[in-house]
């Protein structure tokens, strides 16, 4: 079936810019994760959900990031007024239920650079 | 608070020799722990988990990785590596009852060479 997908792939911003990311799911998938990933590193969690509900999100690194899953399905990370150290690829992944044993799916990413 | 540690950043090696990747963890509380490959240009999949039970852990493409709660280490290995195999790895952890949040280690880019 089809995996976790996200969009863009791509997205180059302006410094002050606000950007919005789309995470697509696997279907039927109750967890939804947020990562960030900079150039050289492992991936750094920023925020959960459970079905709609954001559980976690102690990993945002300010209020300028904010990620929403209104129906339990698409997620949607936006950061606002970017800076150029929010420049890292995020990563989305999804897990069939609500358990830390569970395998988290992971999407391509998208590679976010602000100029 | 959990953290990993990954000794190795780079690990050359040449095609069908064996490979030993170091992962190390620190926790206060229980854990999973995992590890993941990253191919270029992909996204990250497991390649095997460790739960409970036996301390050795088989994944896909023949890796394995065994368990050592003493050392509170999870180094993963494989016997014969081959070109294909040429791709970042990471070691992870997640504390039970705290939803899946994985803490991740820094990597290590396994290069394999003809």
């Known amino acids: 079936g089809a995996g976790v997908s996200q969009s863009p792939r791509y997205k180059v911003a302006k410094r002050g810019q606000d950007v919005a990311l789309r995470c697509d799911p696997i279907?039927?998938?109750?967890?939804l994760f947020w990562y960030q990933q900079a150039l050289g590193q492992g991936p750094e969690f920023l925020t959960y959900?459970?079905?709609?509900?954001?559980?976690?999100k102690s990993g945002l690194p300010s209020d300028r990031f904010f990620a929403e899953r209104p129906e339990g399905s698409v997620s949607t990370l936006k950061i606002q007024r970017t800076q150029q150290e929010d420049s890292a690829v995020y990563l989305c992944?999804?897990?069939?239920?609500?358990?830390?044993?569970?395998?988290?799916?992971f999407g391509p990413g998208t590679r976010l650079l602000v100029l | 608070a959990q953290s990993v540690t990954q000794l190795d950043s780079q690990v050359p090696v040449f095609e069908e020799a064996p490979v030993e990747l170091r992962c190390n963890y620190s926790?206060?509380?229980?854990?999973?722990l995992f590890w993941y490959v990253q191919y270029p240009n992909q996204g990250l999949q497991l390649l095997l988990k460790y739960l409970s039970g036996s301390t050795l852990v088989k994944g896909i493409n023949g890796f394995e990785a065994e368990f050592n709660k003493s050392q509170t280490s999870f180094h993963l290995r494989k016997p014969s590596v081959h070109i294909s195999d040429t791709a970042e790895y990471f070691c992870?952890?997640?504390?039970?009852?705290?939803?899946?949040?994985?803490?991740f280690g820094q990597g290590t880019e396994l290069s394999v060479k003809p």
């Open positions: 959900f459970q079905n709609e509900a954001q559980l976690d």
């Open positions: 992944a999804s897990s069939l239920r609500r358990a830390s044993q569970e395998t988290q799916y």
């Open positions: 992870a952890v997640s504390a039970y009852n705290q939803g899946g949040k994985l803490i």
């Open positions: 926790s206060s509380v229980s854990v999973y």
């Open positions: 279907s039927g998938h109750v967890s």
